[in-house]
């Protein structure tokens, strides 16, 4: 105790203390006589020891450091000012990165006690599903002991809203939905667990706030009144508020208790078939139990519920748990892309302070005169060291602090751009900020460690360090580069090469006959009615059944071994037109007959995987049971066609003949001569007539591609964006390692033009230094973006793992911008005045 007293006095009073030891070292030389007062030593080294005996000297060291930092570096604001720009743009790309990574992820919803929620998964070995059917979801909720609270969310495609004609998104919850979430109303009430919970309770709607304030007029009174939805009324019970924070991605303007189903979507059977994955599961973790807890329960009880309803139930079938009180729920793929996200913005950081660690050398030449005379008065090289640290450290505050500052304002317009929800904040959280501080302490070491140990060392004058430097550059410039390229190419790819069908002048309906109910037979009467019926309208080309409606939001996907190898197949029920609509070529074979069964239709790339170039006609597909009777024959091969997946790079897509069974899961695909625009109302008019309670969902191919086109846009802007500005950064480095590299040589320079030497021979001279480096920093940029197009190429169509267009352009472009970058100063270093820089040395 007495100890610790004794160090917080020293730190109370560390500059009486100072001067106490001063003046005591003073009187010991006087009293010591000339003679001896020689050997007593130097009295700084000396005071140094006297203090670190004193115990917590480092923290003292540290304010002075950092105040001696400050007033050097408001000795040079250009320098200071450079410094903190460069390192804003290097961290604040980082920060934007990782806070837009905590938004998505990390983040927790501002909804009660985020940490118990999780999300379900159903799954087996070959099978996996977002989604469950409502019947298991009500067995799970009524035997599950590991959940407090089992939720249940019904995401439905837009439905007709009174006599509008925009559609509004609409969503069924379970009743218990907004009390777990603890969401209080802005207006009104929201679901009663009680009241809401029963299928013939009065039917309600719940407002979203932008749906009130847009749709609604902002109308206080607004609580009570009616709304049509697909034509059944509803009143409007209460409003939510401007935060409020939905599950999942749910953007739904109107919420619905879940029992009321069958109310909207007249004649729905969803609620009690178990063999239609229908809703998505969240539940609550009871007190004291685990993820792992609940994932071993429903296991079992997915085993119990097999007994009961073995046709809804998978073979082998398990549920996994999530955490669910995020934005979203990382898969496997999305850290991947996460990954690579993460190394492109990591590589802007080395950019930037190899970058900075170059003017740090450049700066270190005029400051060898005051290091110089440090060391001579008695300062130790890890002294100057420290210092030379604490001033780098600064920056990276300052820099980090800038940095933060722009990743907000850069995040705040992204949100406004995106249209996001209003919960969302660019306001950083602990997590950022220890990110941001983290990030600050290892720029500060990336870019002024090397500056700092050769400038202590009075060795800034090698090389060495100058041409790792640029290197360093040059690769990540390099990796940035292609990368970009990739993905532009990949857009050029996807906007102007055909995806292998034709989307232009098609639309897509889906007159969602299963949701309402529609027996087999009764929806193939009512789909040859509706094909008939649009044959007959002017300009329509053809018209044919599609069980997954290209581009849509049904997307199946089998993953299956074909010798040896995982294969994702997309799987497809069509009718015969079905090729011709969708101007899909048919290169072997045929395309189906009227009611013909066991025969299958592959793309090509899917035929060469399983057959590699012979002819599949005719021959049965592999089975992992051989004995298995009938099985199926290729009867035709078609082209590759990506229409369920733009980033499908091998188009492994299989089809079959529509069966009476597919009938009430079929949408149709038409044909027209003109505007796809011009069938909505034919075909609104024509649905009303043969069953006023549909209400199908039509949308135009075009617009569905441009959607998809539109994600990869945002990819390689972003990424394109942040290739300029590593080439940038490393320009503006070489350019100062360059005319540093001249200033240093300035004497060099001036003797050599006295002697006759042409100043083209100069300019080789002193370029010839960077040629290694540069081509050193080339190939190795070249290797690591060929192993970051493999996982781009996993992920979005398009892109090869050698692509020659996006290599040579990207090298070439570089290597232009660092010859302008290299000779613009050293041509400047050459007109340097020989008389001058001669009398100067």
Not at 589 to 602: D, Q, S, W, Y
Not at 651 to 671: C, F, G, H, N, R
Not at 752 to 775: D, H, N, Y
Request: hydrophobic content about 50%; aromatic content about 8%.
């Amino acid at each position: 105790m007495r100890e610790l007293f004794r160090r917080l006095n020293y730190l109370l009073h560390r500059r009486q203390h100072d001067r106490e030891l001063e003046a005591e070292m003073l009187f010991h030389r006087e009293m010591m006589g000339k003679e001896r007062a020689r050997n007593f030593g130097n009295t700084l080294i000396l005071r140094e020891n006297a203090r670190d005996a004193w115990g917590w000297t480092w923290m003292g060291r540290l304010f002075q450091d950092l105040s001696y930092a400050t007033r050097v570096l408001r000795r040079s604001p250009g320098f200071t000012f450079t410094a903190v720009i460069v390192l804003a743009i290097g961290i604040g790309v980082n920060v934007a990165a990782f806070s837009l990574f905590d938004m998505i992820a990390l983040k927790p919803l501002p909804v009660r006690d985020p940490g118990s929620l999780i999300q379900f998964q159903r799954r087996s070995p070959t099978r996996i599903s977002s989604e469950m059917p409502y019947p298991h979801i009500e067995f799970y909720r009524t035997h599950a002991h590991t959940l407090s609270a089992v939720l249940a969310v019904m995401e439905v495609p837009p439905v007709a809203l009174d006599n509008d004609t925009q559609p509004a998104h609409l969503s069924f919850a379970s009743a218990n939905y907004f009390t777990e979430l603890g969401t209080r109303p802005s207006l009104g009430r929201l679901f009663d667990p009680v009241l809401d919970n029963k299928p013939f309770a009065p039917p309600i709607a719940v407002v979203s706030y932008t749906f009130w304030q847009q749709r609604l007029n902002a109308d206080p009174g607004v609580v009570g009144h009616v709304l049509h939805l697909n034509g059944k009324a509803v009143t409007i019970a209460g409003v939510l508020p401007s935060n409020f924070a939905s599950l999942g991605a749910d953007r739904a303007e109107l919420w619905v208790p879940i029992l009321q189903q069958p109310y909207i979507i007249e004649g729905s059977k969803i609620l009690s078939d178990s063999q239609v994955d229908a809703c998505h599961m969240w539940g609550r973790l009871a007190p004291g139990a685990t993820a792992k807890a609940a994932e071993q329960e429903l296991l079992t009880l997915t085993g119990q519920l097999q007994k009961v309803d073995p046709q809804g139930v998978w073979e082998n079938e398990f549920i996994l748990a999530f955490p669910g009180g995020h934005l979203q729920v990382m898969q496997p793929a999305m850290y991947q892309v996460a990954a690579m996200i993460s190394i492109l913005t990591l590589l802007i950081l080395a950019v930037t302070c190899a970058n900075l660690g170059g003017l740090l050398l450049a700066r270190g030449m005029s400051r060898e005169h005051e290091i110089g005379i440090r060391i001579a008065i008695g300062a130790s090289k890890r002294r100057i060291l420290r210092q030379l640290l604490t001033e780098s450290l600064l920056l990276a505050l300052l820099g980090s602090l800038a940095g933060l500052i722009l990743s907000v304002i850069s995040l705040r317009v992204v949100l406004m751009l995106t249209n996001a929800p209003a919960w969302l904040s660019a306001i950083p959280d602990w997590r950022v900020i220890t990110f941001s501080t983290c990030i600050a302490f290892l720029a500060a070491i990336l870019f002024g460690l090397t500056p700092a140990l050769q400038i202590a060392r009075q060795q800034n004058r090698k090389p060495v360090a100058r041409q790792v430097l640029i290197a360093a550059q040059v690769a990540a410039s390099c990796v940035l580069l292609i990368v970009a390229g990739l993905l532009v190419h990949a857009m050029q790819h996807i906007l102007y090469n055909s995806p292998g069908f034709g989307y232009q002048s098609v639309v897509s309906v889906d007159p969602q006959l299963a949701q309402h109910g529609y027996t087999p037979a009764a929806a193939g009467v009512y789909l040859a009615q509706m094909e008939s019926r649009l044959r007959e309208q002017p300009g329509v080309l053809s018209v044919a059944l599609v069980k997954l409606p290209p581009m849509g939001h049904r997307v199946a996907r089998i993953s299956t071994q074909i010798q040896g190898k995982p294969v994702a197949i997309f799987p497809n029920s069509v009718e015969p037109d079905y090729f011709r609509t969708m101007n899909i070529p048919l290169l072997v074979g045929r395309t189906f007959v009227p009611a013909e069964k066991h025969a299958t239709i592959l793309s090509e790339s899917l035929a060469n995987r399983i057959w590699h170039g012979e002819n599949p006609i005719g021959k049965a597909l592999p089975s992992d049971d051989p004995s298995s009777t009938p099985r199926d024959i290729v009867v035709g091969v078609v082209g590759n066609a990506r229409v369920n997946s733009l980033s499908d790079s091998d188009a492994t897509e299989q089809y079959w003949p529509v069966q009476t069974d597919d009938m009430p899961q079929m949408s149709l695909v038409i044909k027209v001569a003109g505007a796809a625009s011009s069938m909505g109302s034919i075909i609104k008019s024509i649905s009303q007539s043969l069953d006023p309670k549909l209400f199908p969902e039509i949308r135009s191919l075009q617009s569905l591609f441009q959607e998809n086109v539109a994600t990869v846009e945002r990819i390689a802007a972003s990424v394109s964006l942040v290739g300029f500005i590593a080439v940038l950064l490393a320009g503006i480095g070489i350019i100062g390692l360059v005319a540093y590299t001249a200033s240093q040589r300035a004497k060099e320079i001036a003797i050599r033009l006295a002697l006759g030497a042409t100043r083209m021979q100069i300019l080789r001279a002193i370029l010839s230094q960077f040629a290694l480096p540069v081509m050193l920093g080339l190939v190795a940029g070249i290797v690591i973006a060929g192993f970051a197009s493999s996982v781009l190429r996993g992920t979005l169509y398009g892109i090869s793992n050698l692509d020659p267009t996006s290599y040579s352009a990207a090298t070439l472009l570089l290597l232009f911008i660092l010859v302008i970058a290299t000779v613009l100063p050293a041509r400047r270093a050459l007109r340097v005045d020989i008389v001058k820089a001669l009398h100067h040395d």
